[in-house]
Each structure stands twice: as structure tokens, then as C-alpha cells.
Nanobody, 125 residues
């Protein structure tokens, strides 16, 4: 079955950088959407960035220009490069994936993604 395991979170000073990794295993989709989401307790989950099979991506306006989503060459790892981190970026970051048409691969359509990891905490202070 599909499993996602995140890593790379931790404490970082404002203005610093982190790269989150999400190892994805067990999938057999020819077409898929993978993405990063974040959650702050008491607030709604926020879509950060998504990646589609053809290499197309979408990044939320709140992090555009600072965060970059990419996939490793072996296609089993999804990355989120976070630069210029701000205190407001502190959250639990979770990756998710599903076999979907590209029209459903949007940062605003988190419920479309079936499989989720446990998340990794990022604290900017």
C-alpha cells in the first residue's frame, strides 16, 4: 500500500532555509498528484504546493517566490525547498499523494488526495 514519510523539519531562525523530503512508496499510478500542506493548530489546513506527473507545479501565493516543490530523479521522493522562512511559516508540514487527473491537482483541493504522511514540524523563531 501507499506510504509517505516526511523528514527534514526542525527549528530554524527567521530568514533561514530548510528542505523537506517526502519518501513515497507503494504507488503504481501512471498519473499522480503529490503535494505539501501545512497545519497550524486552530487554523484550517493550507495547501502549499503540488506537483503533477508531467512536472507541472502550483505554489500557493503565500509562499510563492520562497518555496519550491520538486521531485527526485528516482521519483520516489518529493521535496519542498523553503527559503526566506518567516515566523508565520511555523507549522506541521505534511505530504500527500493520489492518482488523479491534472485538473484535480490544485493546492486548494487537498481533500482530493487520498494518502497522507504523518508530517514534520517546522518551527521558525
Amino acid at each position: 500500500h501507499v506510504q509517505l514519510v516526511e523528514s527534514g523539519g526542525g527549528p530554524v531562525a527567521p530568514g533561514g532555509s530548510l528542505r523537506l523530503s517526502c519518501h513515497v512508496s507503494g504507488y503504481t499510478w501512471d498519473s499522480y498528484c503529490m503535494g505539501w500542506f501545512r497545519h497550524i493548530p486552530g487554523r484550517q489546513r493550507e495547501g502549499i504546493a503540488v506537483f503533477y506527473t508531467d512536472g507541472s507545479t502550483e505554489v500557493a501565493d503565500s509562499v510563492k517566490g520562497r518555496f519550491t516543490i520538486s521531485q527526485g530523479t528516482s521519483k520516489d521522493t518529493l521535496y519542498l525547498q523553503m527559503d526566506g522562512l518567516q515566523v508565520e511559516d511555523s507549522a506541521r508540514y505534511t505530504c500527500a499523494a493520489a492518482g488523479l487527473p491534472s485538473s484535480y491537482c490544485k493546492v486548494t483541493l487537498a481533500p482530493s488526495l487520498t494518502y497522507w504522511g504523518q508530517g514534520t514540524q517546522v518551527t521558525v523563531s
